[in-house]
């Protein structure tokens, strides 16, 4: 299967889209944006008409009372002395006076609705055709109306920011809640949910309250289960030990021997049952310790074909493959390997065909410092939907040929336990022909 890094724009897009924060915020920007256009255009428009309509008459009363100051014909002393003494900049031309105090303004508010060549400039035509025009200086002049809309900008943008780091402390108990329930599904029940305002929660804590609350029942039942099916396990094997003794000491005659046979392998494959039970509850359990020892792992392999010679045919003839480089010993639980060793070899070959190649193990060693199992069979194989289903308890892809081969469906489930004890990982594929599973155990060499 090959895998694609998603592109960055689609990725953040699809975050942005599935993400209450983020919405929270363009939300929370969106309203300011449009509450400020709001404000600059209606409430400013309003106010900038209703002062300009009051204040006009004024000033154009205040501009007559200026020009008549300045007299006829226009005086350059009288303008000179306004100029000084307001903060006004006069410019006159005509026949007789060409004379200005200082430098034009560009931008001024608009005083009057008279002509404007300048905006902002209020014009007076005096009788001896001169022409006085007048104007605010300094700071007023100079004002720019586009120094508004950054400052608005300005403080939009840390209004967003501000926003942001608020919602995403409000929103934090969600990414809690969420966290903590991923952890509770794959079976981990500590530590809890945090629950911030405890002494007065709001409703996100009390919805961590009552997931805790629920994590706790269901870690309840969970020991519950367990301690019974350990419980029964454990009473199971008095009576059938006490039942496989008086098998045994039924009499080996003709008309005995096949019961006494079967008797005998049914107790066995109970017996096999309780045990890998038993076995799969402490290693299911999240305190299952591990008794690490310094382990011949080739040995081992060779020590659990020999046993299985005895009850499976065709299990001498399994096919060991060790790489040069695996080192010897490791650091290994070799009790839970040699289950996991077991119950792999057990499974290929209940699902070798008569006449098939032997099923193969093989021992490999990566410089990464994994060690990787696998056992390999040459039978059919089973239909890719089900190979995730395999590693489960008690699932059997062919009821009715697990059923004659022995199987209960507790052997791959197991061998999974095993791999995720030591911290490694468990797989199955297709090897067309057959099923190959492999284990890779991050291991120590020792010495």
Not at 390 to 399: C, K, T
Not at 417 to 426: D, E, I, K
Request: glycine share 8%.
């Amino acid at each position: 299967m090959s895998w694609r890094r998603p592109h960055g724009g689609h990725s953040w897009w699809r975050r942005a889209r599935h993400s209450l924060r983020i919405r929270l915020v363009l939300l929370f920007l969106l309203l300011a944006l449009a509450m400020t256009g709001v404000f600059l255009f209606g409430i400013g428009h309003a106010f900038s008409n209703g002062w300009r309509d009051a204040v006009n008459p004024l000033i154009g009363d205040y501009a007559d009372r200026l020009v008549a100051e300045i007299g006829t014909p226009p005086s350059v002393e009288r303008a000179q002395a306004i100029a000084a003494r307001l903060p006004v900049v006069v410019r006159i031309e005509g026949p007789r006076v060409n004379w200005q105090s200082g430098p034009r303004p560009h931008r001024g508010p608009p005083w009057s609705r008279d002509e404007r060549p300048d905006r902002g400039a209020i014009v007076r035509q005096t009788a001896d055709g001169h022409r006085i025009e007048l104007a605010l200086a300094g700071p007023q002049g100079q004002f720019e109306p586009g120094r508004v809309v950054w400052f608005t900008l300005a403080a939009l943008l840390a209004l967003t920011a501000l926003a942001h780091v608020v919602v995403n402390r409000m929103l934090r108990p969600i990414r809690d809640i969420g966290a903590g329930a991923r952890r509770f599904g794959a079976g981990q029940f500590e530590p809890p949910i945090p629950v911030r305002h405890a002494r007065h929660p709001d409703e996100l804590s009390e919805l961590a309250q009552t997931v805790n609350q629920m994590a706790a029942d269901i870690r309840q039942m969970l020991d519950a289960k367990r301690g019974l099916l350990l419980a029964i396990s454990h009473e199971l094997r008095s009576p059938l030990t006490r039942a496989r003794l008086n098998a045994e000491l039924l009499p080996e005659d003709g008309e005995t021997q096949p019961t006494r046979e079967a008797l005998l392998r049914d107790l066995a494959l109970m017996r096999e049952l309780i045990t890998d039970l038993l076995e799969s509850e402490r290693l299911a359990s999240p305190h299952a310790a591990l008794q690490r020892e310094p382990t011949d792992l080739p040995a081992l392999a060779c020590e659990v074909i020999a046993q299985l010679a005895g009850a499976r045919p065709g299990a001498d003839q399994v096919v060991l493959q060790v790489d040069a480089g695996l080192p010897v010993p490791l650091s290994l639980d070799a009790a839970r390997v040699r289950l996991a060793l077991r119950n792999l070899l057990d499974n290929a070959l209940r699902h070798s065909p008569s006449g098939a190649p032997p099923p193969e193990l093989h021992l490999r060693w990566q410089n990464t410092g994994i060690l990787v199992i696998e056992v390999r069979d040459h039978g059919p194989g089973v239909p890719p939907e089900q190979l995730a289903h395999l590693s489960e308890a008690f699932y059997r892809p062919d009821s009715a040929r697990q059923r004659a081969s022995g199987g209960v469906g507790l052997g791959l489930y197991l061998v999974r336990l095993v791999a995720q004890a030591h911290g490694g990982r468990f797989a199955v594929r297709n090897a067309q022909p057959g099923l190959a599973v492999s284990l890779e155990l991050p291991v120590v060499p020792v010495g």
